[in-house]
């Protein structure tokens, strides 16, 4: 049976604008969680793309940093690299010095990876606190409010790679993963069915490398063990790009706001 998700794609101009555009994304779904259920509960990704969004969501001179009610925020992982919380490749260190360390973020509210663990003790470590935070029971996931993921240049996302074994488990929430073509190539993910839970989950990507991969996800022919990004088709049906203009290249030009809409059917 094909399922349906419909894409919409913002495409800015420049990444300065990119990265004020996603502090607003996460801010105005932040609060919007908190005014319907209470709290907010987040899983956000590495790379580069989100750290100067970071950096706006701490800086005291910009609107976002007011606008969030963090003693009502919950922060957790996509995925994480298993080397410790210091190592300069640590997703969880990059976040904790360029956001959790300058706002008031409750320290209990931070659900860390621990990457320094051996993969399948932090794999399963991390599933045990998520399980215990959402009071989870058997085949239960838990809902994400918000998700962000990036995409490399091969078309993986989060710590899912092509042809990977963590693109085949559908029962975990978390797995460890062996990526032999990564440099740190041992991983800890969420898995891709817990991704496709979240209320809502957008992609942040920038930079003319990545606009072969995001061509080629959003508009080529369905193969996730070679593009696992394409595994992720929330079960909302709707899906958000945020995007540069080197990184959309390869999609159909965006209307008169910067916003396309593709019917993606598989």
């Known amino acids: 049976m094909s399922k349906k998700t419909r894409v919409e794609y913002r ?27 209470g709290i907010a509960r987040i899983a956000i990704s590495g790379g580069g793309s989100p750290k100067p969004v970071f950096e706006l969501l701490a800086d005291p001179h910009q609107p976002y940093r007011e606008a969030i009610p963090w003693d009502r925020l919950w ?25 959790l360390e300058r706002v008031p973020l409750h320290p209990d509210h931070v659900t860390r990876i621990e990457g320094e663990l051996e993969p399948e003790e932090a794999a399963a470590r991390y599933e045990t606190a998520i399980r215990a935070h959402y009071r989870l029971e058997g ?20 710590s899912l790679f092509p042809h990977t074994q963590a693109l085949h488990e559908l029962g975990r ?42 061509g080629r996800v959003l508009t080529g022919t369905y193969d996730p063990e070679t593009l696992p990004s394409q595994l992720i088709q929330p079960q909302n049906g709707r899906l958000v790009f945020l995007l540069d203009r080197a990184a959309a290249a390869h ?16």
């Open 75 to 99: 922060v957790f992982w996509v995925d994480e690299r298993c080397v410790p919380p210091d190592n300069a490749d640590s997703n969880y260190g990059s976040a904790r010095e360029l956001l």
């Open 139 to 158: 085949a239960e996931v838990p809902i994400f409010d918000l998700i962000q993921l990036g995409m490399g240049d091969d078309g993986h996302t989060a």
């Open 251 to 266: 999609l159909p030009a965006p209307g008169a706001q910067g916003i396309g809409i593709l019917e993606i059917e598989r």
């Open 173 to 214: 929430i978390a797995v460890a993963n062996f990526v032999p073509q990564q440099k740190q190539n041992h991983r800890v993910t969420l898995t891709w069915p817990v991704i496709n839970a979240a209320r809502d989950v957008f992609f942040l990507i920038e930079g003319s490398a990545k606009a072969d991969p995001v």
């Open 11 to 37: 495409v800015f101009e420049q990444q300065d604008a990119l990265s004020h555009a996603t502090a607003d994304y996460f801010a105005q779904h932040i609060r919007a969680a908190v005014a319907a259920r």
